[in-house]
């Protein structure tokens, strides 16, 4: 990091960041980015419409066109062994893999031989490669997000089956909410998809389900108190 640091600190200091903000910026950076991914960070700092993240690790981190993470990768990913999945190579978070396995064996049986994850981590060179407009934007790079898809159903109609009905019931119980709820457009900038879940560990998915939210309403009203 110390040959790139002077260069950086011109850039944030052009973003409009006094020396305390830089300092608290590269603590942060430092510690959950490699060499590689604050590189490919600090691509953007000159981009005033776009909004760095310099921890991409807290649970209730939101991406969107005006956020990025670039080339970011979680520490703790680990194979998603004995679950259902579209392939071998996998990946999730492990506090969030362990949270799947202990909801998946909470399901009744029929539910659960239906269920398997479509989609988990992508990374920023696979996003690169299949949609680079969404390379450090997209969720799925933090390690936290899931595509459920059922065996019996056609993709498009999974939300008319009994594993997504028991899902958006239960899900927030083990840490998990439905990423893309209805009527939440507004706030979360994407349509409803009954595919997709976040894991926001127990104690946030019990309040944003209790105030019927979703994770961007949830936390504009922590910062609001």
């Not at 997504?164 to 893309?180: I, T």
Request: glycine residues 4%; charged residues 20%.
């Amino acid at each position: 990091y110390v040959d790139d640091t002077e260069y950086y600190i011109e850039l944030l200091k052009n973003r409009g960041l006094n020396d305390k903000m830089i300092l608290s910026f590269f603590k942060q950076a430092c510690a959950n980015y490699s060499r590689y991914g604050l590189t490919t960070l600090m691509t953007q700092a000159n981009n005033q419409d776009m909004l760095l993240i310099p921890d991409p690790s807290a649970l209730l981190t939101t991406l969107s066109d005006q956020t990025y993470i670039g080339a970011y990768v979680p520490h703790n990913l680990v194979l998603m062994s004995d679950i259902h999945r579209l392939k071998y190579a996998m990946y999730l978070n492990n506090d969030a893999y362990e949270a799947l396995k202990k909801m998946i064996d909470a399901m009744p049986n029929e539910i659960a031989n239906d269920f398997y994850v479509k989609e988990a981590y992508t990374s920023f060179t696979d996003l690169q490669y299949s949609n680079p407009n969404l390379a450090g934007k997209d969720e799925r790079q933090l390690g936290h997000t899931v595509s459920i898809a059922s065996k019996s159903i056609a993709y498009q109609e999974f939300e008319t089956s009994a594993l997504s009905q028991w899902l958006e019931a239960h899900s927030y119980e083990y840490g998990f909410m439905l990423r893309y709820p209805k009527r939440m457009a507004s706030s979360t900038n994407h349509v409803y998809d009954a595919h997709y879940y976040r894991y926001v560990g127990k104690k946030n998915a019990n309040k944003i389900y209790k105030e019927n939210s979703c994770i961007e309403e949830y936390n504009q009203k922590e910062a609001a108190e």
